[in-house]
């Protein structure tokens, strides 16, 4: 009787875990990753300098010819800010990236790296953590981060959504985790109680 409880317990996981994907959240996400392949967002790291990438996952366009986020760390420094193609990064407020560029970078299989970080880590006793979030000047009326696909249908803009390890779509939680626990969470109802009604 144990084993057909633990069987349909773990069905409805994997059954519930298909309608996950299909949240729009899930698509046009932005992060801070240690490779270009957009595989790897937590880290264990010694103390020292690390080249790390904001990449754009899950893209629904094609290419894209601009884009606007605020990208904060906490307990490292943001030493080196690349942009990926000939643009220019208007944004005037700390932290704050408004980037529009002379031509479209393609997305290659829905990704694409937009800038080339380095975060210098001068503690490795303590987490480290780089954000994601709203920007003042933004062009969306919510403040999100989004971008500008390079197509001639009107130039529209996404949203992206701020990629997390453990969970993706929000701001204020850390994309980006050195020495720290990696599966943060926002709070206990979008996550382990998500788990624990399926169950009730």
Same mark, same amino acid.
């Given at each position: 009787?144990?084993? %057909?409880?633990? *069987?349909?317990?773990?069905?409805?996981?994997? %059954?519930?875990?298909?309608?996950?994907?299909?949240?729009?959240?899930?698509? !046009?996400?932005?992060?801070?990753?240690? !490779?270009?392949?957009?595989?790897?967002?937590? @880290?264990?790291?010694?103390?020292?300098?690390?080249?790390?990438?904001?990449?754009?996952?899950?893209?629904?366009? /094609?290419?894209?010819?601009?884009?606007?986020?605020?990208? &904060?760390?906490? $307990?490292?420094?943001?030493?080196?800010?690349?942009?990926?193609?000939?643009?220019?990064?208007? =944004?005037?407020?700390? !932290?704050?990236?408004? *980037?529009?560029?002379?031509?479209?970078?393609?997305? @290659? $299989?829905?990704?694409?790296?937009?800038?080339?970080?380095?975060?210098?880590?001068?503690? &490795?006793?303590?987490? &480290?953590?780089?954000?994601?979030?709203?920007?003042?000047?933004? %062009?969306?009326?919510?403040?999100?981060?989004?971008? %500008?696909? =390079?197509?001639? !249908?009107?130039?529209?803009?996404?949203?992206? $959504?701020?990629? /997390?390890? #453990?969970?993706? #779509?929000? *701001?204020?939680?850390? @994309?980006?985790?050195?020495?720290?626990?990696?599966?943060?969470?926002? /709070?206990?109802?979008?996550?382990? #109680?998500? @788990?624990?009604?399926?169950?009730?």
């Amino acid at each position: 009787m144990k084993k %057909l409880v633990l *069987v349909i317990a773990l069905a409805a996981i994997a %059954l519930s875990g298909s309608a996950f994907a299909q949240d729009p959240a899930y698509f !046009d996400n932005i992060g801070v990753y240690m !490779d270009e392949a957009a595989t790897n967002s937590c @880290v264990t790291l010694p103390a020292g300098a690390y080249n790390t990438y904001l990449v754009l996952t899950k893209l629904t366009q /094609n290419e894209v010819l601009g884009w606007e986020c605020k990208l &904060s760390v906490e $307990n490292m420094f943001l030493t080196s800010f690349t942009l990926r193609g000939q643009g220019l990064d208007v =944004g005037t407020r700390e !932290d704050e990236h408004i *980037v529009g560029l002379s031509d479209p970078l393609p997305a @290659v $299989n829905g990704q694409l790296v937009i800038a080339d970080l380095q975060f210098l880590i001068s503690n &490795s006793g303590a987490p &480290s953590y780089a954000f994601i979030d709203e920007i003042y000047f933004s %062009l969306l009326e919510n403040g999100l981060p989004a971008y %500008l696909n =390079g197509a001639s !249908d009107g130039f529209p803009l996404h949203q992206a $959504n701020a990629y /997390n390890p #453990g969970w993706t #779509g929000s *701001v204020g939680v850390p @994309v980006f985790i050195a020495n720290g626990d990696c599966n943060t969470v926002a /709070n206990e109802e979008l996550s382990f #109680g998500s @788990v624990k009604s399926l169950f009730r």
